[in-house]
């Protein structure tokens, strides 16, 4: 059994912060990437942010890149995104993925990714 859950998600007002948690079950977690994912209503799922097994890189879209930071600790198997000065575009589901097919070159791609959460609603008022 593997089954990434999320959860922090919330309501946030613009220019707030939002702090995403996503926990492991049935993964050797620290030997697998991790990527965070959002997806809008009538849009596609679009990538976010990117982890490797041991936090040592990390890679943003560019939507996001200065205000969301992704962390992992592997001791409790964990995977954060803490996301900063919150716009009202950033209002979507948000999900935890396990990068089992992940590549230097695909880190950004959905398909790329094997196993997914259940997403976690977060929605940024004007």
């Known amino acids: 059994q593997v089954q990434p859950v999320e959860s922090g998600g919330g309501l946030v007002q613009a220019g707030g912060s939002l702090r995403l948690s996503c926990a492991a079950s049935g993964i050797t977690f620290s030997s697998y990437n991790m990527g965070w994912f959002r997806q809008a209503p009538g849009k596609e799922r679009a990538f976010v942010a990117f982890?490797?097994?041991?936090?040592?890189?990390?890679n943003y879209a560019d939507s996001v890149k200065g205000r969301f930071t992704i962390s992992r600790d592997n001791a409790k198997d964990m995977v954060y995104l803490q996301m900063n000065s919150l716009k009202p575009e950033d209002t979507a589901v948000y999900y935890c993925?396990?990068?089992?097919?992940?590549?230097?070159?695909?880190?950004?791609?959905?398909?790329?990714?094997?196993?997914w959460g259940q997403g976690t609603q977060v929605t940024v008022s004007s």
């Open positions: 982890i490797n097994g041991n936090g040592g890189t990390t």
């Open positions: 993925a396990r990068g089992g097919y992940v590549s230097t070159w695909n880190q950004a791609n959905k398909n790329a990714y094997d196993y």
